[in-house]
């Protein structure tokens, strides 16, 4: 039996049974850890997701709701999504990037297999790099 | 007589899925078209519609459809991966970035070389750089990007360290083989 509530429990002001769900994931050290979540989710909905979860991925599950709860109550429009919306800028801008280095890269390599035929080996095979697009080993 | 314009004939998504009136000033209908219930559906099943509610008043209306696309992006990104959420695209997006950066650090450096090295007699002859991002099959440790700085949020909370903490267990775990939303309007 739980001496102590655990910190959703506390929250929501009811006894901690034996078998509280919340009670392995939200430690009553940590009583703003659920109070977010539950400003997000509500106590009812998390307790519903953690149940159709294996207990091994409880915990993992816990720590991402509860991040994704911190980052909705520090942005409530954008949430987590703004580090998303963020990350794919991103990645698109260093595509962009990459891209016209390749380009110059076989630019130059084609001036220099002009001036010089050893090149032309690299000239080519830059090239069919470039064309052929991304290597397919295991997709 | 003019004046209610606005006025909905039928109910909006939410109150059909809640069996309830809609009324004029119900503040899910602008934003939970009657011909979009998955929507709402969704939302409702992640959030609930009391807590969607109560983010919604909180925004200034000219907000609330941008938080109301995010809150259904992060709802379906929950129902996919019920374990990890947004937190296994942020972690496959991270990844992508740092192949990305990789990448076009060995590109460079190529071009670089071979241009520092054109003057010279003797040339090597390489292959072009073999670049990480093309082969999708490879797995990339995750390594310190400085993308976490902008993540710290204020009070001691470090969204940084909460990434790197959830996206390698994520990583681990295989979860999100592919979210290819679109970006959403900022």
Redesign the interface.
């Given at each position: 039996m739980n001496s102590t509530r655990c910190a959703a429990c506390k929250y929501l002001r009811k006894k901690c049974p034996p078998d509280c769900i919340f009670s392995p994931l939200f430690p009553a050290s940590d009583p703003q850890r659920f109070a977010h979540i539950h400003?997000?989710?509500?106590a009812?909905?998390i307790a519903r997701?953690l149940q159709?979860?294996p207990a091994h991925?409880r915990a993992?599950?816990a720590?991402?709701?509860s991040?994704?709860a911190?980052?909705?109550i520090?942005d409530?429009?954008?949430?987590?999504?703004?580090?998303?919306?963020?990350?794919?800028?991103?990645?698109f801008m260093?595509?962009s990037?990459?891209a016209k280095?390749?380009a110059?890269?076989q630019v130059?390599?084609n001036s220099?297999s002009i001036a010089?035929p050893?090149?032309q080996?690299?000239a080519e095979?830059?090239s069919s790099?470039?064309d052929q697009?991304?290597?397919s080993?295991?997709? | 007589m003019k004046g209610h314009e606005h006025r909905s004939s039928s109910s909006c998504a939410a109150c059909k899925f809640l069996k309830r009136r809609c009324t004029e000033n119900c503040i899910f209908a602008p934003y939970f078209r009657s011909d979009e219930p998955k929507k709402f559906a969704k939302v409702h099943k992640v959030f609930g519609a009391s807590n969607v509610s109560k983010i919604l008043i909180e925004v200034p209306e000219e907000q609330r459809e941008d938080t109301v696309n995010s809150l259904a992006y992060e709802a379906e990104a929950r129902l996919r991966d019920p374990v990890y959420g947004c937190i296994g695209a942020i972690a496959l997006l991270q990844r992508k970035m740092a192949e990305l950066q990789h990448d076009l650090a060995v590109a460079r450096a190529r071009l670089a070389g071979y241009a520092a090295c054109s003057g010279g007699a003797i040339y090597a002859i390489s292959a072009p750089p073999v670049l990480n991002s093309m082969d999708c099959s490879r797995n990339v440790a995750v390594p310190s990007i400085d993308l976490h700085d902008r993540f710290n949020c204020c009070d001691g909370f470090s969204a940084a360290a909460s990434i790197d903490r959830i996206s390698s267990e994520s990583i681990r775990h295989g979860g999100f083989a592919d979210f290819g939303q679109p970006l959403l309007p900022l």
């Open positions: 400003r997000i989710y509500g009812g909905n997701m159709k979860l991925l993992q599950a720590e991402s709701l991040f994704e911190r980052c909705r520090e409530p429009v954008y949430g987590c999504v703004k580090i998303i919306s963020q990350l794919q800028q991103e990645i260093a595509q990037q990459l280095t390749l110059q890269f130059f390599c220099l010089d050893q090149f080996h690299a095979a830059s790099f470039i697009g991304p290597r080993n295991h997709l | -």
